[in-house]
C-alpha cells in the first residue's frame, strides 16, 4: 500500500525485492492509437508479474502485474494525478501499461491488475482498456481488476454501479488490501466480487495474535456463505504459510515463492507441490490454463498454438459470448495434421473437424461431486480433462481429473489424522474452531463438556474392551444427535471425555439424548456427567477460556449421584444443576 495525506493506494505502484515475479520493461511510444492517453509516467517503466498459487496443487493460477519500484516515485505520482483530479486516467494508463508489457510473457493465466475505486466508479474510463486488450488477443474475461483505496472518493452507490458495469464488459473483480482499507462492510456484501485479498499487515498476524485470527475465521465462514474466494497477499514466513492453511485459506502469493515462475511451485511445509487445507476443493481453486481460440479457427491457427514453446497441450474454441464449442487436445490432433498429407488436408478448414465436444463442469462444483459424477459414468472412461464454466457458462480454465482425485485423497488423509480412531469423531480442534467463528460472529452457543463416570473403575472391573465399546456406543449417539440437529458439533477430545458446541436451544436436546439412556458397560449400569455453559456476546472471549469455566462446572456435575447436568452462564458466578440422581 502507498500512503500519504490519508490517501492509500493499492500496491500497483511497488513490487516488493526479491518478490518472485518475471520483470519486463516496457518499451516507449507503445501506448498510441484512438485511445492514446496522456503519459503520467516515463516510457521505461517496468512491470513485475507475480504469480498467485492455489494451496490444492501447487499451481499457479493468476499473475498479478506490479510496478517495480525504482527511480519512478508510481506512488508519488498518483497522489499527483489524485490531487489534480485525474486519479481514474493516471489510473488506466498504469493499466494499459500491464497489459502490454505482460503480452510478451503469454502465460494464459488470468491477469490481476491493480486499480483504484475512483476508477472502477468511471467505468467508462476503462475504454484504452478494452483497446490494448484487442491489440494483445487478451479479452476482458481474462482480467481481474483488483479494486483498492481510495474508497472514501467515491460513494458506494457510485462504486457498485461502476462494477456493475464493468462486469457488463466482461471484466471479473476483486478487492484488494481487505483488512486495512477503508471499504464499508456493506459495500463488499453487495459488490459483485468473486475474489478478496486479505492484506499483509492481517496475515502477518495470523500466527500470533488471537484477535487477528478471530477476524479472519470470521472473515473465511463469510466467504464461503458468500462462494468468494480469499487470497493471503505477500506471504513472507511459512508461519504466515502455516497460519493461512489452518484457517483454510486457498489462494496465496508473496515472497516466500521467490525464485518461481508462473507454473507449479513446491510450497514450503510439504514434500509435494499440493498443500491443500482441510477444505474441500473446488473446480475454480484448481484450474488450469489452456489456450483459447475462436470457435471459427482454423486447423493451421490450432497447430501453430499447440507448438509454440511452453503452451498448455489443450486448445478451446469460444463463441462470441466467451462459451467453449470445442475441445483439442494436442497429441492427437498434431498426429493428424502432421502426417502425410495432413497439412494440405486440414490446414485451411475449420479446427472444429478434429475438435471434441467439450465437457464442462461448473467453477463451484466441489471435488467430492465431481468425483461421484465421474463415478457413475458421466464422462467417457479416459476423460481427464474437463472444462471449466461459471454460471452464464463462460470458459474459465480446465481442470484435469487425476489432480481432484490426487487433492480429495489428501484432504481425506488429513482428515483422518485428527479423526479419533475408537469414535471416527474428529478431535478438539473441529469445536475449538466452531467455538471461536461463534464468538467472532456474536452468535449465542452453548458449549459442552461430557464424560462418563469412574470410568478408570469400569475398565479395572469390566475390561478395556468394555470400556471401548462404551466410548463407541457413547460417541455414535452423539453423532447421531449431530446428524439431526443443525447447529451441534460433536468431538472426542480423548479417553471418556467428548466436547461438543451446540444452539442454545438444542441443549435440552442433547441432555435428552445422553442423560435418559441406561448406559452399561456390559451388564454393569453406569452414570454420565454433562457440563454446560451458556456464552453470549461479550461473554466469552476465546475457546481457551471457555474450556477454562466449563472445568469447574464439570467437577460439580460429577459430585452429584446419578447421571447428571450442571449449566453455568458465561460472565456470572451461578450454576444450576438442572439434573441429577438420572440412571
Known amino acids: 500500500m502507498w500512503t500519504a495525506e490519508g490517501c492509500a493506494l493499492s500496491n500497483r505502484g511497488r513490487v516488493r525485492t526479491g518478490s518472485s515475479a518475471l520483470v519486463r520493461k516496457l518499451e516507449p511510444g507503445v501506448v498510441r492509437g484512438d485511445h492514446a492517453l496522456v503519459a503520467w509516467f516515463p516510457a521505461d517503466l517496468e512491470f513485475a508479474f507475480q504469480p498467485l ?123 484488494d488490501g ?120 482454423t486447423c493451421e491457427q490450432v497447430r501453430v498454438a499447440l507448438t509454440r514453446p511452453h503452451m498448455p497441450g489443450a486448445v478451446v474454441g469460444l463463441d462470441d459470448r466467451g462459451r467453449p464449442e470445442w475441445t483439442i487436445e494436442r497429441d492427437g490432433f498434431l498426429l493428424a495434421v502432421t502426417g502425410p498429407y495432413g497439412h494440405a488436408l486440414y490446414a485451411s478448414r475449420p479446427a472444429a473437424r478434429l475438435a471434441d465436444k467439450p465437457r464442462t463442469v461448473p467453477a463451484d462444483l466441489g471435488a467430492l461431486q465431481l468425483l461421484s459424477t465421474v463415478a457413475r459414468g458421466a464422462y467417457p472412461p479416459g476423460e481427464d480433462t474437463l472444462v471449466v464454466v461459471d454460471d452464464l457458462g463462460r470458459y474459465q480454465g480446465l481442470v484435469l481429473v487425476p489432480e481432484v482425485v490426487h487433492a480429495m485423497a489428501t484432504v481425506k488423509i488429513e482428515q483422518a489424522a485428527t479423526v479419533n480412531p475408537l469414535t471416527r469423531l474428529p478431535g478438539t480442534d473441529a469445536v475449538a474452531g466452531e467455538i471461536e467463528r461463534r464468538l467472532a460472529d456474536s452468535e449465542p452457543f452453548a458449549a459442552a463438556w461430557l464424560d462418563i463416570d469412574s470410568f478408570k473403575q469400569v475398565n479395572d472391573t469390566a475390561g478395556l474392551a468394555v470400556g471401548d465399546d462404551l466410548i463407541r456406543a457413547l460417541g455414535q449417539a452423539l453423532g447421531e444427535l449431530a446428524g439431526g440437529l443443525p447447529k451441534l458439533r460433536v468431538s472426542h477430545v480423548g479417553g471418556d471425555d467428548f466436547l461438543i458446541v451446540c444452539g442454545v436451544d438444542e441443549l435440552t436436546a442433547l441432555a435428552d439424548r445422553v442423560l435418559e439412556v441406561p448406559w452399561r458397560a456390559g451388564t454393569t449400569p453406569v452414570t454420565v456427567s454433562l457440563a454446560t455453559l451458556i456464552c453470549t456476546a461479550g461473554a466469552v472471549g476465546s475457546y481457551r477460556e471457555a474450556a477454562k469455566l466449563l472445568a469447574p462446572l464439570k467437577k460439580q456435575a460429577k459430585s452429584v449421584p446419578g447421571s447428571s447436568w450442571v449449566n453455568g452462564w458465561a460472565g456470572t458466578a451461578e450454576a444450576k444443576v438442572l439434573r441429577h440422581g438420572q440412571r
Open 53 to 175: 498459487y492455489s494451496l490444492h496443487t501447487g499451481e499457479a493460477v493468476a499473475v498479478e502485474a506490479l510496478a517495480v519500484p525504482g527511480e519512478v516515485a508510481v506512488g508519488k505520482m498518483l497522489l499527483d494525478a489524485r490531487a489534480a483530479g485525474r486519479l481514474a486516467e493516471a489510473d488506466v494508463e498504469l493499466a494499459v501499461r500491464a497489459v502490454l508489457a505482460e503480452a510478451p510473457h503469454a502465460t494464459l493465466l488470468p491477469l490481476h491488475i491493480n486499480v483504484t475505486a475512483v476508477t472502477v466508479a468511471a467505468a467508462d474510463a476503462l475504454e484504452p482498456l478494452r483497446h490494448a486488450l484487442s491489440q494483445v488477443a487478451r479479452r476482458p474475461r481474462e482480467i481481474v481488476l483488483e479494486i483498492g483505496a481510495p474508497f472514501e472518493d467515491v460513494t458506494a452507490d457510485a462504486l457498485l454501479s461502476g462494477m456493475r458495469r464493468c462486469r457488463e464488459l466482461g471484466f471479473r473483480l476483486a478487492f
Open 178 to 297: 481487505i483488512g486495512t482499507a477503508n471499504l464499508s462492510w456493506a459495500t463488499l456484501s453487495r459488490a459483485p466480487v468473486e475474489l478478496a485479498k486479505i492484506d499483509h499487515a492481517l496475515v502477518r498476524h495470523a500466527a500470533e495474535d488471537v484477535s487477528t485470527v478471530a477476524f479472519l475465521e470470521a472473515l473465511v465462514s463469510y466467504a464461503a456463505r458468500r462462494d468468494l474466494r480469499l487470497v493471503a497477499g505477500d506471504v513472507e514466513t511459512e508461519g504466515e504459510l502455516a497460519a493461512v492453511r489452518r484457517l483454510g485459506i486457498r489462494l496465496v502469493q508473496g515472497r516466500l515463492f521467490t525464485g518461481s515462475r508462473p507454473g507449479r511451485v513446491t510450497l514450503p511445509g510439504t514434500a509435494s507441490g499440493a498443500t491443500p487445507s482441510f477444505a474441500v476443493p473446488r473446480m475454480q481453486d484448481m484450474l488450469r490454463p489452456a489456450v483459447t481460440l475462436p470457435g471459427t479457427a
